[in-house]
Each structure stands twice: as C-alpha cells, then as structure tokens.
C-alpha cells in the first residue's frame, strides 16, 4: 500500500513532486499507520499498475467470465447493439453536415459507443446521469430519440434548450440526464451533490457521472472526489479515458497509473475495465451500482482504456498531432462496435443481412430526422430573454423592449420568418 507508514520526524506535511511525506498526525480515516525506523521513499512505480478488466476477446469470445449472458437477455443485447450502430450511423451523418454548415458544431462518439451503451444498460433508468458532452450514448439508450438530437443541433424549436447552446449540449429532466455546460468537469462536484441529496432522500438511486482523462486535470475533479469520500455519496464516477485530450495525450497529463489510481488515495474503490469491451462495461456498472448502494459509503472510479477514434470535435483536425495509422489500428482491431456484433454473430443472435439493414434504417432514420428538423422554426428572439432568473426582472424586461423597438423599425435586417 502507498503511503502506509509513517516517517516520525518530518512535519509539517509536504507534497514535492511525486514524493510525499507524511506528517506524524492524527488520522480520521479508519486505518491508522505503523511506524517505522525505515526511511524509506515511497515510490509509486513499485507498485504494480491496475488490471484491466474484460470478459470478451478481440475475435468476440467470451473469455472466464460468462456471468454477462445470465444477466443480458437476448433482447437487450440486441437493443444495445442496435443502439450503438444508430449512434455511429448518426455521428457520420452529422459530421458530414457539420462540414457543410448545416450545423454549426459536432462532436462524434466513434470508438465509445460500447462504453455508453454498456453502462447505461447496466443502470436504473431513473438513476441521475452527469455527462461531459461524449456521452450521446447513453441518452440514446434511454429514449431521447434521434430526432430530439437532431432538434438540439439545429437550436429550433423542439430543442431540448430552446435553441441556447452550442450543438451536443443535450439535456433531458424526463430521461433524468442533466444538462450538459461546456466548462470542463463542473459536472464533477454538482453531482455529488445530488448524490448527496439522493443518500439524505434514501431513495435506492445513484448518481453517475462521465468525465474525460482530460478532464480529471481539473480542480474540480479532485474536490468532487474528495467530497464524495468524506460525504459518503451514491455516486459512480466514470472516467473516459481515451488517450488523448484535443491534442494532449494521456501521457502528459498525469504521471500517476491513470484515474483508477486516484481513488485509492482518497478511500475510493475503482475498477478499470477495458471500454471496446460493452459486457466488461456492463459487467463493471452493474457491480459499481450495487456496491455503491449496499455501501453507500464507497464510490467506484470506471476508468476505461479505449481510443477515441474521431476527431476531437469538428473544430479539430486530429491528423495534426497523431498518425492515421494509430487510428485504423484501432478502428480494424478494437473496434467496440465490431467486437460486439462479432460476439452477437456467434450466439447466433445477429447475422449479416441484419446489419445490413439496421445500417441502412439508421441512416434512414437520421435524414428523415433532418429533413424535418431543418424545416422546423427556430424559437423566438424572445426566448433569450427568457430562464436567466425564474421570474424576469425589470432591467432584463427593459431589455427585451428595447429588441422590440429596434426590430419594429429594422425587421428587415434580421431573419424573424425563420423564428417563431
Ligand atoms: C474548464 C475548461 N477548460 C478547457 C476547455 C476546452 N476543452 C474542451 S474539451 C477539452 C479536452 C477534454 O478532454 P477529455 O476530458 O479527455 O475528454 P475527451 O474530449 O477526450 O472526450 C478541452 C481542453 C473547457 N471546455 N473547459
């Protein structure tokens, strides 16, 4: 165990780079330390880095672990199969349009989609989900269909948001998801609280949370791990760790053994499971949601290993900064999508023609989807005037007079008959 023995003599307590030493103190946690006449360093390589947890191989076999299929029904793996293909489908199409300035911003989930779906399987559906912004997945599998997406990258006036936010920033209190901000891990924090809330509430839910490598950077990571700790929340913390951030890769964002490690230090169990492989996922979330309500003291970090295939967003090139062979590799021989329809093959669950044509209705489901979403109107000017308090106040409502004035004498200039 780091950090384990006490060293007497030193105080007050330091951090230097990666070496800690530890003041002789009163500890709150239960465990209380040894001493020891060694002075030793305590070095975070000795320690062995954390397992991967997976149950199917490359070639789509299950490997030990068959507890999955006594869990999944026949149906439900073909739901999540379908679930993650309609959101490669839909990110491909979507991309496009970004690049025709049909919308104004993407961001594509390829190369997650098996560890959106294979959590969000695994959890009640009314239990509360943070997410960062790559995450559509999980959203999807909870019924927010492809249209209502497609409202909300075009802000009209069946969006989630009423037309506010940038393009992905969903948002969905019926489907008990939280709306996404673009601030990087403010998610963090407020999802421990309402952790919080849910463990006073003892309503039987958690809360679960995504974040990205990148992301755990932040401050507020570490004090939403640190409240969750101390508060003893129902919280899962599920950390996506993909490799890279824009274009700064894992490796020069922390020196540590990844995320998982950070729990260990803070009293937090973790699990790193391997995000190509969906029935790890599920596997893995189930168990954090079970363990994390008959606890109700302990968190699970769910840092996966996996790539992200796409781009960053379409404001990115990512050619720029890693090579195009890194990415095939990937896209041929850890693809989480194939593994699965590969494993699905073998069950005899799914065949060739099947996916054919799920193929072609996803892609059909998403034009539809635009055809009618590009003819919807776009909220009226009004609404931004509209929820930045409950109840407008006078100097926002002179505000919006003065819009008012200003379009009755130059209404020409501004497109209102694309407004409602
Ligand atoms: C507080 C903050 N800082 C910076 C940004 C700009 N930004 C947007 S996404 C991103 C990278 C995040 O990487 P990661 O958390 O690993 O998630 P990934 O995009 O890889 O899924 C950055 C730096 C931001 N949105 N918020």
């Not at 990666?18 to 305590?42: D, G, M, T």
């Not at 890693?322 to 069950?347: D, G």
């Amino acid at each position: 165990m780091i950090c384990s023995k006490v060293w007497r003599a030193v105080s007050p307590i330091l951090t230097l780079n990666r070496l800690c030493v530890y003041q002789s103190a009163k500890f709150s946690s239960s465990k209380s330390p040894a001493f020891s006449n060694e002075l030793k360093i305590i070095d975070p390589t000795e320690r062995p880095s954390y397992e991967v947890y997976k149950v199917l191989g490359t070639n789509g076999t299950i490997e030990g672990d068959e507890s999955y299929f006594a869990q999944v029904d026949n149906e439900t793996n073909i739901r999540m199969y379908k679930t993650m293909v309609t959101l490669n489908e839909m990110d491909k199409v979507m991309y496009e349009s970004q690049r025709q300035g049909r919308i104004s911003f993407y961001m594509t989930s390829s190369g997650e989609e098996g560890s959106h779906v294979g959590s969000a399987a695994a959890l009640d559906p009314e239990d509360l989900v943070y997410a960062q912004y790559r995450e559509t997945g999980v959203l999807m599998w909870r019924g927010f269909s492809v249209e209502q997406m497609i409202d909300q990258l075009y802000g009209n006036i069946g969006s989630s948001d009423k037309g506010k936010q940038m393009p992905v920033h969903y948002g969905s209190r019926q489907h008990h998801f939280v709306t996404i901000s673009s601030p990087l891990a403010t998610q963090l924090p407020q999802a421990v609280g309402s952790a919080y809330a849910y463990k006073l509430k003892k309503n039987e839910k958690v809360v679960i949370v995504y974040f990205g490598e990148g992301a755990a950077s932040e401050g507020d990571a570490f004090s939403a791990l640190n409240f969750a700790s101390t508060l003893d929340c129902p919280v899962i913390f599920f950390c996506r760790n993909n490799g890279y951030a824009i274009s700064t890769p894992a490796s020069e964002q922390y020196g540590g053994d990844g995320i998982a490690a950070r729990g260990f230090g803070l009293g937090i169990s973790a699990i790193r499971v391997d995000g190509n492989d969906v029935c790890a996922v599920y596997n893995a979330t189930k168990k954090a949601r079970e363990y994390v309500l008959s606890k109700k003291q302990k968190e699970k970090v769910v840092p996966k290993l996996y790539f992200r295939i796409g781009h960053h967003s379409t404001s990115d090139d990512s050619t720029a900064y890693r090579s195009k062979s890194e990415v095939q590799e990937y896209e041929i021989n850890n693809n989480p999508i194939l593994r699965f329809k590969t494993l699905l093959f073998k069950k005899k669950l799914w065949s060739e023609e099947q996916d054919e044509q799920l193929k072609k209705e996803s892609k059909q489901l998403v034009l539809n989807s635009i055809r009618i979403s590009e003819k919807k109107l776009k909220p009226s000017w009004k609404e931004m005037f509209e929820d930045v308090y409950h109840e407008m106040p006078p100097h926002i409502r002179d505000q919006m007079k003065e819009v008012e004035d200003h379009l009755k004498i130059y209404k020409d200039h501004y497109p209102l008959k694309n407004h409602a």
